[in-house]
């Protein structure tokens, strides 16, 4: 009689719980893609050297490959009408994960005091901007400019959220976020943190939204305290502007960002430290959507970008020895910007979720003390649902 009771009981609080739990919609997340790189090796013959014959490889060309992009699983759903949660589970290469390693890659828990407004804690993309908030396979290219993984700081990070999204009127509203996170090693506070606020303005010009954000860090640039021979925590900044044009079979998009406090320069410590490193750069790009009414490939959309990143942004020239060699001879350096020019077509496979990108990004101009990457294509097959 009381397994029975226990029974009973335990099937009621089922019911109860399930009564209020919706059951948590499901998205599956699968881009597999061929890269194939175009350029040469930079090698150095260093016959000032010891040994006449030392060669110094300054930049190899990637291999060829098949990769996994990412393979994720995601769910996501509510408890009554006041919580939310979703949670992301696979690999990515954008966070490391290879091969068979799988990772959590987002989570979050929300309380919904307004149906507008959310506050919770969650690991995942942040608001830094238009395309440092989409999903990294969700852009228009088949990668996101380069210079991002330097001013997005940390990816996918864990902290406290507060988040609003409100309509003003049917065409005009506004998304906001504000951030305290961890930093990337996930110190104390009083050590490193990330501290970020984001906001989008949807204007009353349909399919324009304009936005921009603010990031405060403090972290591990690479500097080193000569007293204890540990490492620096030395605060930094990023902030960004832009503006998102989606509507029809258009879309543009272009952001500009700037930042202080940045670590693997190869600037001379000694002309300027990472704390004090500037950075600037912007990107630009566009689409054009083509419908062809068939059910093969509903649509082919061309697409181009262009990139500019400035390294060293507050850095006069300087002759620069290269490290790697033993070369007498200096380098002049004027110049510290980085140029990508992308262009591709995406063919829709049907009308949302199957897609095949063929990208090409070619590198334009580099700085006087680095070697010019090869030129990049990716085929890649993506689906989802």
């Known amino acids: 009689m009381k397994l029975f009771k226990l029974t009973v009981l335990v099937l009621m609080l089922q019911t109860m719980l399930f009564a209020e739990l919706e059951l948590p919609e499901i998205h599956t997340n699968i881009v597999i893609q061929a890269e194939s790189y175009f350029g040469d090796n930079v090698v150095v ?26 393979a994720t699983i995601e769910a996501e759903g509510k408890f009554k009408e006041k919580i939310e949660y979703n949670m992301e589970i696979g690999m990515a290469t954008c966070s490391g994960g290879t091969g068979i390693n799988i990772l959590l890659m987002e989570a979050g828990l929300f309380y919904k005091p307004y149906e507008f407004m959310k506050i919770g804690f969650m690991k995942g993309h942040i608001m830094r901007g238009f395309e440092m908030h989409d999903e990294c396979v969700g852009v228009l290219t088949a990668e996101k400019a380069h210079f991002l993984g330097a001013f997005k700081n940390q990816c996918h990070p864990t902290g406290f959220i507060l988040e609003a999204d409100y309509d003003f009127t049917e065409s005009m509203g506004f998304e906001t976020q504000i951030g305290i996170l961890n930093g990337p090693q996930e110190m104390s506070f009083d050590k490193e943190y990330d501290r970020n606020i984001g906001l989008s303005l949807r204007t009353p010009l349909s399919g324009l939204s304009i936005g921009g954000y603010f990031n405060k860090i403090k972290q591990d640039f690479g500097n080193i305290n000569p ?52 950075m600037n750069a912007f990107y630009l790009e566009g689409a054009y959507t083509i419908k062809t009414n068939s059910e093969k490939i509903p649509y082919v959309q061309p697409y181009v970008m262009y990139q500019s990143w400035n390294k060293a942004a507050d850095v006069n020239a300087f002759y620069w020895d290269n490290p790697a060699t033993f070369i007498d001879d200096n380098i002049l350096c004027e110049n510290f910007v980085s140029n990508y020019f992308t262009f591709g077509v995406t063919l829709g496979l049907d009308e949302e979720h199957t897609k095949l990108k063929i990208d090409y990004e070619l590198p334009v101009i580099v700085p006087d003390n680095e070697s010019k990457e090869a030129g990049r294509l990716i085929v890649r097959l993506q689906t989802g649902f």
Do not use: M
């Not at 079979?249 to 000694?270: K, M, Q, Y």
């Open 45 to 70: 013959k260093d016959s000032a050297a010891w040994n006449p014959d030392f060669e110094t490889t300054l930049y190899q060309v990637p291999d060829n490959k098949f990769a996994v992009r990412s």
């Open 227 to 278: 007293a204890t021979n540990e490492p620096l925590y030395e605060k930094g900044h990023r902030f960004g502007f832009g503006a998102d044009f989606d509507l029809n079979n258009i879309f543009v998009r272009g952001e500009c960002f700037a930042g202080e406090g940045f670590s693997g320069s190869l600037v001379p410590d000694s002309l300027k430290s990472a704390d004090n490193l500037k």
